[in-house]
């Protein structure tokens, strides 16, 4: 079977030399893209803009709602699941006080995203301490548990009976993005040995399903280990986004992790385009491929204007979607040299299923949310 696609550039009418930059006057920029944006793409220059419905219906409408507010205080393997399919988790949960049992995910790697608080984390592999910000990787069928300092909440995304990976950098280099120095590993610190022992419990979820395994002693009792899988952490604030002042980059380029048949991306503070002609703002695009969630954790997203933290997100694949109209007002007349967003998105190749903890929260209005009156 060929894997060629049929590529042949072609240009009709009025269009712009460069994608995102210097449109036809009065033009808004729609791109068509295959697999997400590595594929072939077309930009069509239209004269309304591609989000300016005035009615919605069906299954396919945008959806927001507040995550934060569906976090369930219990165990981290049985919060509150707001979207899945077949590759992919997304739940969220909240841990008031330290855990007296231990938790372990053998249906794939975990990544938890800390939105709030701060605390200590325990492993197979050692101690970690933890903050807001923080991406916590925990490969499949590890042991852990926290100790957290205040109230902590937590998104996790397991990569369901897969692993994340690295992104591939190519000409950008290993260092880019972030250096793989910053990724920190548990250490076996006197906070390890200094753990109480007697009778621990393991929860362990298999294939959705928690069994509950008991032991007369502490099982995070290792002395040693080495080779070269653990967990890791990475801090947003440790990650340095990738720009261009003269156009607009694809979301793709703030891949931080990859899984099979999904992306992690990191949306972090970066300047703005400050070329005249380039897009200010995330350009409209049917993005045919792939569903794109989005959790809102800190700051002024730019290319919104009813979103706040702790909301998510989802835009299923098949209708164009792109910056609200107060966003894209603002864009157009450069109003902000600087974005102080910091979002995690995931783009899944499968459709995400929203799930009733998501639905009780949902936003209703938010399809309106790109009208202009």
């Given at each position: 079977m060929s894997r060629n696609w049929i590529e042949f550039p072609r240009?009709?009418?009025?269009?712009?030399?460069q994608a995102h930059a210097d449109l036809p006057?009065?033009?808004?920029?729609?791109e068509i893209g295959r697999d997400g944006f590595f594929g072939p793409a077309a930009h069509l220059y239209h004269r309304h803009a591609p989000t300016g419905w005035t009615s919605f219906e069906g299954a396919l409408r945008p959806r927001a709602f507040d995550a934060k507010a569906a976090a369930k205080a219990s165990s981290p393997l049985e919060g509150a699941v707001l979207l899945q399919n077949a590759n992919c988790l997304v739940s969220i949960w909240s841990c008031q006080a330290a855990m007296d049992y231990l938790v372990r995910d053998a249906d794939g790697d975990l990544l938890l995203f800390v939105h709030e608080g701060?605390?200590?984390?325990?492993?197979?592999?050692?101690?970690?301490s933890y903050r807001d910000g923080d991406y916590i990787l925990l490969p499949r069928g590890t042991m852990w548990r926290l100790e957290p300092a205040g109230p902590t909440t937590a998104l996790s995304i397991e990569a369901r009976n897969g692993a994340f990976k690295l992104p591939d950098r190519g000409l950008l280099g290993d260092h880019a993005q972030f250096d793989p120095a910053a990724l920190d590993t548990p250490k076996l610190d006197d906070a390890f040995r200094d753990q109480k022992d007697g009778n621990w419990s393991v929860k362990v979820k298999r294939r959705d399903r928690i069994s509950t395994i008991g032991y007369p002693f502490n099982p995070l009792d290792a002395v040693g280990w080495k080779g070269n899988l653990a967990p890791v952490r990475l801090n947003w604030r440790d990650i340095r986004p990738v720009m261009s002042h003269r156009y607009h980059l694809p979301p793709s380029v703030h891949s931080t992790f990859v899984a099979d048949r999904f992306v992690v991306c990191t949306f972090v503070p970066r300047p703005i385009e400050s070329d005249p002609g380039a897009l200010k703002v995330p350009f409209f695009h049917s993005n045919d491929d792939f569903d794109e969630m989005i959790f809102y954790h800190?700051?002024?997203f730019f290319s919104r204007d009813n979103i706040r933290p702790g909301m998510v997100t989802l835009?299923?694949?098949g209708f164009t979607h792109g910056p609200h109209p107060k966003a894209f007002a603002a864009?157009?007349?450069?109003?902000?040299?600087?974005?102080d967003e910091v979002a995690v998105m995931i783009d899944a190749r499968d459709a995400l299923d929203m799930m009733p903890d998501a639905d009780a929260h949902e936003d209703r209005n938010y399809v309106n949310s790109w009208q202009t009156k």
């Open positions: 240009i009709e009418g009025k269009a712009s030399r006057e009065g033009a808004f920029e729609r701060a605390g200590e984390l325990f492993c197979d592999f050692g101690h970690l800190a700051g002024d835009h299923p694949s864009g157009a007349k450069a109003a902000k040299t600087m974005t």
